[in-house]
C-alpha cells in the first residue's frame, strides 16, 4: 500500500526484516537490536490506557506507512497503564512485525515515556505521536518529509480543527512565544526531529512540552507545518485544569534553565552583591549622619547576610553547572556508543 503525504513529497514503508519479541522490560533493561541501517524512522507512542485506540492506531500506521523508501518502526511506551494495554500490545505482535514496544511498570509521565523510547529506537529520526487517534498516523510522513530532505532538525505540527482546552493552549503558546522568541503557532503538538536533538534536552518531567524551544536554544532549525485534529475516539483526555499552575511553573522553570543554568552566578552572583553594595551604602549613610534606629540595622544586616548567601549559591550553581556540563557530554558518548551497537 502507498500513501502521497502532502507536501512533502516522500514515501515511507514499514520495515518488515524481523518480527521482535515484546517483553515487559523497564527503561533500565534497555535492548539492543543488531542490524544497523535497518530502520529509518522510529515512531515513539506513549500511551497510558488507551486499549481501545491501539488496535486501530497499528491499523491505520500499517496502512499509512507501508510503502516507498523510508523504513518505519513503531515503539509504543505503556506508561504505567491500569488497563489491558499492554495484553493489547502483545496480542498484537503477530499482526505487525513493525512494532516494538517496552513497559514502565509506574505511570512515569510523557517526557521519560519519550526518554524510553529513544533509548529503544534504531532510527536517525524520531517522531512523536499519541496513541489516542486524535492525530492520525497517516500525517507522520509529511512530518518526516523536511527532515529526510534535509530542510530542518525538527518539524511540528500545528492544530487544525476544533479540540478542547484551545483556549489554554492559545494562552500558553502565546505566553510561550513572548517569553522564548520562538515563532511557532503550537508547541504542544506531535513532532518529528533527528536523534541528536534528544542528546541535548534536558530530561524533566513535563519539559516535553518545551522540546522545540529547548532544541532551537540550541540551534536547531524548526519548521512547522498544519496538521489535522480529530476529535477523542474513545479513553479520557489526559489534561485536567489541575495542569495549569503546573505548566506556568515549568515555563518559568525551562526560561530560567536557557537564561541562566549554564552560567547560575549570573543571576545569583550580581543580585546577591547588588544587594550587598546596597546595604553597604545604606548603612554608610545611616551611619554618617547618626540617624539609624535599631530596626533600620537588623534590616540592613539582613540585606547583607541574603546578599552574602546569595553569592555564595551562585558559586556553588557554577560548580553544579560544571557537572550537569560534564554528565551530558558522558550521556551523549554513551547514547553514541549506544547507536553504533544498534
Do not use: C
Not at 224 to 232: D, K
Amino acid at each position: 500500500m502507498s500513501t502521497e503525504p502532502g507536501g512533502g513529497g516522500a514515501e515511507s514503508r514499514i520495515t518488515s526484516h524481523e518480527s521482535p519479541r515484546i517483553t515487559p522490560v523497564d527503561v533500565e533493561r534497555v535492548e539492543r537490536r543488531p542490524g544497523p541501517g535497518l530502520v529509518d524512522v522510529s515512531v515513539l507512542v506513549p500511551a497510558k490506557d488507551e486499549a481501545e485506540n491501539l488496535p486501530r492506531f497499528l491499523e491505520l500506521a500499517a496502512a499509512a506507512l507501508a510503502a516507498g523508501p523510508l523504513r518505519y518502526e513503531v515503539i509504543v511506551i505503556d506508561d504505567g497503564s491500569v488497563d489491558d494495554s499492554w495484553q493489547v500490545l502483545e496480542s498484537l505482535r503477530a499482526s505487525y512485525p513493525f512494532l516494538r514496544a517496552v513497559r514502565h511498570r509506574t505511570r512515569r509521565g510523557i517526557a521519560d515515556a519519550l526518554r524510553t523510547g529513544f533509548l529503544h529506537a534504531r532510527g536517525s529520526v524520531l517522531v512523536f505521536y499519541p496513541a489516542d487517534l486524535q492525530f492520525l498516523p497517516e500525517d507522520i510522513p509529511r512530518l518526516v518529509a523536511p527532515i529526510v530532505a534535509g530542510e530542518a532538525d525538527m518539524v511540528t505540527g500545528f492544530k487544525q480543527g476544533r479540540y478542547e482546552k484551545a483556549f489554554v493552549s492559545r494562552v500558553y503558546n502565546a505566553l510561550s512565544r513572548a517569553l522564548f522568541g520562538i515563532r511557532v503557532k503550537d508547541l504542544n503538538s506531535v513532532k518529528a526531529y533527528r536523534r541528536e536533538v534528544m542528546e541535548h534536552i534536558p530530561v524533566r518531567p513535563d519539559w516535553h512540552r518545551y522540546l522545540i524551544v529547548l532544541a532551537a536554544a540550541q540551534g536547531f532549525t524548526v519548521r512547522e507545518i498544519p496538521v489535522p485534529l480529530y476529535p477523542r475516539r474513545a479513553g479520557r483526555s489526559k489534561f485536567g485544569v489541575s495542569r495549569i499552575p503546573v505548566g506556568v511553573l515549568d515555563m518559568l522553570s525551562v526560561w530560567f534553565e536557557l537564561r541562566f543554568a549554564p552560567k547560575p552566578l549570573l543571576f545569583f552572583g550580581m543580585l546577591g552583591a547588588a544587594i550587598v553594595a546596597l546595604s553597604l551604602v545604606v548603612g554608610g549613610l545611616l551611619y554618617a549622619t547618626g540617624q539609624g534606629v535599631r530596626a533600620a540595622w537588623v534590616a540592613i544586616q539582613t540585606a547583607l547576610l541574603g546578599g552574602l548567601l546569595l553569592f555564595v549559591a551562585g558559586l556553588l550553581g557554577e560548580l553544579i553547572a560544571g557537572q550537569r556540563a560534564q554528565l551530558r557530554e558522558l550521556r551523549r558518548q554513551m547514547d553514541e556508543m549506544a547507536s553504533r551497537d544498534r
